[in-house]
Nanobody
Framework: QVQLVESGGRSVEAGGSLRLSCTVAGNLFSSHSLAWFRQTPGNEREFVGSFRWSGGNDGSRYADSVRGRFSISKDSAKKTIYLQMNRLKTEDTAVYYC????????????????WGQGTQVTVSS
């Protein structure tokens, strides 16, 4: 049974930085892609960024709203991915989820079948 566990969410002031972690308990293969999504009350999950675990030609993808401020990285030995968030804005406030799928690092939440429990990020002005 694969599990994803996010951590690192907290309250931070606008303009600050935060790094979220997502540790995978279970197998990770070159066919897997991982992604970060976020969700605010009453709204659907919004794509943040994604990448294929093995790297490859798919590259990393980012939502326009975070490109240049957020970046995804990984520690293969720890089976952990990170979401580095810089120059945070109040509109980045959300519950952040990581997710896994088999296949390309697509941007649609419905294409991911394994999800973590989420971690809350609150950005205050």
């Amino acid at each position: 049974q694969v599990q994803l566990v996010e951590s690192g969410g907290r309250s931070v002031e606008a303009g600050g930085s935060l790094r979220l972690s997502c540790t995978v308990a279970g197998n990770l293969f070159s066919s897997h892609s991982l992604a970060w999504f976020r969700q605010t009350p009453g709204n659907e999950r919004e794509f943040v960024g994604s990448f294929r675990w093995s790297g490859g030609n798919d590259g990393s993808r980012y939502a326009d709203s975070v490109r240049g401020r957020f970046s995804i990285s990984k520690d293969s030995a720890k089976k952990t991915i990170y979401l580095q968030m810089n120059r945070l804005k109040t509109e980045d406030t959300a519950v952040y989820y990581c997710a896994r799928r088999v296949g390309s690092p697509v941007t649609s939440a419905t294409e991911y079948n394994i999800w973590g429990q989420g971690t809350q990020v609150t950005v205050s002005s």
